[in-house]
Structure formats: C-alpha cells, structure tokens
C-alpha cells in the first residue's frame, strides 16, 4: 500500500497550493484520511481530516478557514487547498489513512498508512 503525496513547492506568502495524496487502498472509501505537517525542529502536529464519506471534516485551530480537505473517493485520492499561506505554514506536509477516525484525529502513531512527505515553503 502507498500513499503518494505530492504539490507541495514554494509559495509567498498569501499564496495559494493545493497537495494531492494518491493512495493504492483497494478499499479507499473504507478509510478516513488526514493531513499532518512537521515543521523544522518541530513536532509532527494534526492539520485536517475527513471522514470516509467526506461528509465530516475537521481541521487544526492553525488552518481553520484557509485549508480545506477534500477527497474524490472515485480517484482514491484526498486533497488539501491552502488558501492564504503563511510563513508559519512552511513544514514538510504528510498524509495518513486509517479505518478508524479518531485514529486519525488523534495522530496516533499506529494510524494503518502513512504517506512520504511533501515540502511545501512559505517565504515572506
């Protein structure tokens, strides 16, 4: 199983990009999927989720009203626009897929897939 994640690049800030995780999950739509991002020195930390519908979505206080996730269940593929970019967003952008949600909204270390990275950089 691979999750491919891609779009990430070098923006200004204010700047706008949208990340793309391809996942070869035979059974995408069983899986909720999130997006996390590791900046330099820093923790790995929560930024959005959705539920395997797509119907619930759910973001960090950070991002909350410039991100939003997204996902096509037809392409098995989940997305992240990011409106409104600051240099504070700058970190290297990960995703996750797991069958249960909370695993997901919580991080955990056990969450079934992890994606490689994605570097994306908000210069001022």
């Known amino acids: 199983v691979q999750l491919q994640a891609s779009g990430g690049g070098l923006v200004q800030a204010g700047g706008s990009l949208r990340l793309s995780c391809a996942a070869s999950l035979r059974t995408f739509s069983n899986y909720a999927m999130g997006w996390f991002r590791q900046a330099p020195g820093k923790e790995r930390e929560f930024t959005a989720a959705?539920?395997?519908?797509?119907?619930?979505?759910y973001y960090a206080d950070s991002v909350k009203g410039r991100f939003t996730i997204s996902r096509d269940n037809t392409k098995n593929t989940v997305y992240l626009q990011m409106n409104s970019l600051k240099p504070e967003d700058t970190a290297v952008y990960y995703c996750?897929?797991?069958?249960?949600?909370?695993?997901?909204?919580?991080?955990?270390?056990?969450?079934?897939?992890w994606g490689q990275g994605t570097l994306v950089t908000v210069s001022s």
């Open positions: 959705i539920s395997w519908s797509g119907n619930y979505t």
């Open positions: 996750a897929a797991d069958q249960v949600l909370i695993m997901v909204l919580s991080g955990n270390e056990g969450i079934d897939y």
